[in-house]
């Protein structure tokens, strides 16, 4: 890190207009990444120097900004709040890069008040959104909660499925759970995983809310 902070002493000192930064964290470990994280906002508040980061780091780019641009091959394809980016995404390909690993192809076969029922892959999840028709529908894998049993909950989406594969990822499990030949990702404690004493083959219940899915 201390390569990187005396680069970015050398470009200050001649008080430009703006700062151009070429993933200047990338190269070091978590814990100086997130010192000097830390350090570019404080520097980036008190000089009020506009700044143009270069990341490809999700948490990065959603700490440090104000404004985002998602570039696809040299265009800019979506512009917004970290906010609006991240949790309303364009298309796609937004979507995957801002950590929606769930994304199905799905048809909405009904709309009642905005609540949309949709059919991806034989299974139904109920979306808020005044869409109609073909959609795209993304979850993130940690607004799912996962579950050995069901409980009374105001959440309108509750699957049943099979664990088929686990990743430890320290304090967190990444778990993949197969619901009627539709595969979800979904993120739990490590704590959570130890205490339901989850393993390959276990059933679990996905429980997530009408409003964690995004209708493209």
């Known amino acids: 890190g201390e390569q990187q902070k005396t680069a970015l002493a050398r470009a200050l000192v001649i008080k430009p207009k703006i700062l151009l930064l070429d993933e200047p964290l990338s190269a070091l470990d ?10 570019l906002k404080r520097i980036h508040e008190e000089l009020k120097i506009t700044t143009i980061h270069v990341t490809h780091n ?7 900004a104000d404004r985002l641009a998602v570039m696809k091959n040299g265009t800019i394809v979506q512009v917004g709040t970290p906010e609006e980016v991240f949790h309303k995404p364009k298309d796609d390909f937004i979507a995957r890069f801002v950590g929606f690993e769930n994304l199905f192809e799905g048809k909405i076969v009904e709309n009642r008040n905005g609540i949309a029922r949709i059919d991806i892959g034989g299974i139904i999840i109920e979306a808020v959104t005044e869409k ?6 993304g979850v993130r894998p940690d607004d799912i909660i996962i579950s050995k049993s069901l409980f009374k909950s105001s959440m309108r989406n509750m699957l049943k499925g099979k664990i088929t594969e686990f990743v430890d990822m320290g304090s967190l499990v990444s778990l993949t759970v197969n619901v009627n ?15 339901m ?18 209708v493209i």
């Open 30 to 39: 978590i814990n100086t990444q997130k010192k000097m994280r830390k350090e």
């Open 58 to 64: 999700q948490v990065e780019a959603f700490i440090l």
């Open 132 to 137: 109609t028709g073909e959609c795209t529908v």
């Open 181 to 195: 030949n539709t595969v979800f990702t979904a993120l739990i404690t490590r704590r959570s995983f130890l205490e």
């Open 197 to 214: 004493m989850l393993t390959k083959g276990s059933e679990v219940f996905l429980l997530f809310k009408a409003s964690a899915v995004h």
